[in-house]
């Protein structure tokens, strides 16, 4: 019952706004935003950024949305954020977020269901949407390449979020594990889970084959839900050719 709570709690609750700072704004091409002391400083075909903590990082240079971050940082819009068509969306401050649809909306559409049966019953698959269980995984193994756990956490934490990293079921498979205590925090999980894997992979060819994310909440033993994500799910996600909605209910295990 407890897990079944946990994941009504977070289909339900209102998407992650991003509190207001005084920091220098960076739009990315794939619709999100990061937060950094002052502007990027190129070298070669990477950005070079230092964030709010001091630390410094870098990613891919093709990826800023120049004239938009130009034009936001000259206007001095706000930096809330709104999840949209599966996309991390910026809001001029004191501008109401738009009406959009939630989990729990795109579920009820599908005539899904998503509950816990009472034992020794085999748990039932919605309609339209196939839901797989698995136990919790038992130990959290330190990620074997201990550089390449250091670089997802970084790129993670350039898009506003942080994750633990731990040895997945393969040597080439890492997990995140996040703490979600709304729908919109699950989504950014999941959105910049994609954006570190495609550039992990880029600068670290052939060491990666999926990244397993899991999705806690706090305070609870439930989940909002378990993903194996792939190479081709990242780069689909981040090039938008999957709404986050629906690869969340494709995808999701719990």
């Known amino acids: 019952m407890l897990r079944t709570r946990a994941i009504t709690l977070c289909l339900l609750l209102l998407a992650l706004v991003a509190t207001p700072t005084l920091a220098y704004t960076i739009y990315l091409k794939d619709g999100s935003r990061l937060l950094a002391k002052t502007k990027y400083v190129i070298e070669g075909d990477r950005a070079i950024i230092v964030l709010p903590s001091g630390q410094k990082t870098s990613f891919p240079a093709a990826e800023i949305d120049v004239e938009r971050t130009e034009a936001a940082n000259q206007q001095n819009l706000g930096t809330a954020i709104v999840i949209e068509g599966g996309k991390a969306q910026d809001l001029a401050r004191n501008q109401a ?43 959290r193994t330190p990620f074997r390449n201990p550089a390449l756990a250091n670089e997802l956490k970084a790129f993670l934490i350039t898009r506003g979020v942080a994750a633990e990293v731990y040895q997945g079921s393969t040597a080439q498979r890492a997990r995140l594990v996040f703490e979600t205590r709304s729908e919109g925090a699950a989504f950014k999980a999941l959105l910049a889970t994609a954006a570190a894997f495609v550039d992990v992979r880029e600068r670290f060819p052939g ?36 709404e986050l909605t629906r690869y ?6 719990f």
């Open 97 to 139: 977020p738009p009406k959009k649809e939630s989990l729990q909306d795109l579920i009820q559409k599908r005539g899904a269901e998503v509950a816990e049966p009472p034992p020794p019953v085999q748990s039932r698959a919605p309609v339209g949407a196939e839901v797989r269980r698995r136990p919790d995984s038992a130990g």
């Open 248 to 253: 969340y209910v494709d995808n999701v295990e």
């Open 207 to 242: 060491q990666l084959e999926a990244l397993q994310l899991q999705l806690d909440v706090p305070d609870s033993s439930g989940s909002a839900g378990r993903f194996t994500m792939t190479p081709e799910q990242a780069a689909a996600l981040v090039g938008g050719r999957i």
